[in-house]
């Protein structure tokens, strides 16, 4: 079965840095754009960075962006979102998703999510 399983969350002073991973299983991970999306507490959904399916093309939130790196290992099954001068706001549960057409407004799949608080 599909499978997206986040880890590498915590607790981080503010300025600190955090490297979060996505082992995916159950499809075939190289076809899908991958997504970052987060949920801080009492707030939506929020999206925070994406990468096509080669790797090649990046996007990011302007919250993040200078500051979070996505990128991908194919021949690993994994994302990653590397982080760093974290801020308190910046506490939320990141979760992994995927999509396999990226004009599409749904994501195919979800990981569980991991949680990430930046706090002194």
């Known amino acids: 079965q599909v499978q997206l399983v986040e880890s590498g969350g915590g607790l981080v002073q503010p300025g600190g840095s955090l490297k979060l991973s996505c082992a995916a299983s159950?499809?075939?991970?190289?076809?899908?754009?991958m997504y970052w999306v987060r949920q801080a507490p009492g707030k939506g959904l929020e999206w925070v960075s994406r990468i096509s399916s080669g790797g090649g093309r990046t996007y990011y939130a302007d919250f993040v962006k200078g500051r979070f790196t996505i990128s991908r290992d194919n021949a690993k099954n994994t994302l990653y979102l590397r982080m760093n001068s974290l801020k308190s706001e910046d506490t939320a549960v990141y979760y992994c998703?995927?999509?396999?057409?990226?004009?599409?407004?749904?994501?195919?799949?979800w990981g569980q999510g991991t949680q990430v608080t930046v706090s002194s």
């Open positions: 998703a995927s999509k396999k057409d990226p004009n599409l407004k749904e994501y195919d799949y």
């Open positions: 159950g499809f075939t991970f190289s076809s899908y754009w």
